[in-house]
């Protein structure tokens, strides 16, 4: 199943697919360029996105990782271990994000 897209990417690739394919491949191309295997380039997208204190990321990364099979336990420890590098409010606010899809994907069940 594919992923739904927030309203405002949705037309945004519409009207721009050139830019959204280059973008895909060019995730494709980064993912594939080393030797980590799925599970840790999701923790580390996670990690990535909690650093840059950005929601909606964190909220698809969280996704994808629970797709996978990491678990929420995981998913919480990489918002936890950013305490020391971010600060705790901002670690917090990761952790209350990714509760948020933990919380919908156990509501969707």
Request: charged residues 25%.
């Amino acid at each position: 199943m594919k992923e739904k897209l927030p309203d405002f990417l949705e037309k945004v690739i519409l009207e721009y697919p050139d830019v959204w394919k280059a973008y895909q491949d060019l995730g494709e191309s980064c993912n594939n360029a080393g030797p980590l295997d799925e599970k840790t380039l999701r923790l580390i997208k996670l990690a990535l996105a909690i650093g840059a204190k950005s929601e909606g990321a964190v909220h698809s990364h969280a996704r994808r990782a629970l797709k996978l099979g990491i678990t929420r336990e995981e998913l919480q420890q990489v918002a936890l271990l950013a305490v020391t590098s971010i600060g705790w409010s901002a670690s917090m606010a990761a952790l209350s994000w990714i509760q948020e899809v933990i919380d919908k994907g156990t509501a969707e069940k």
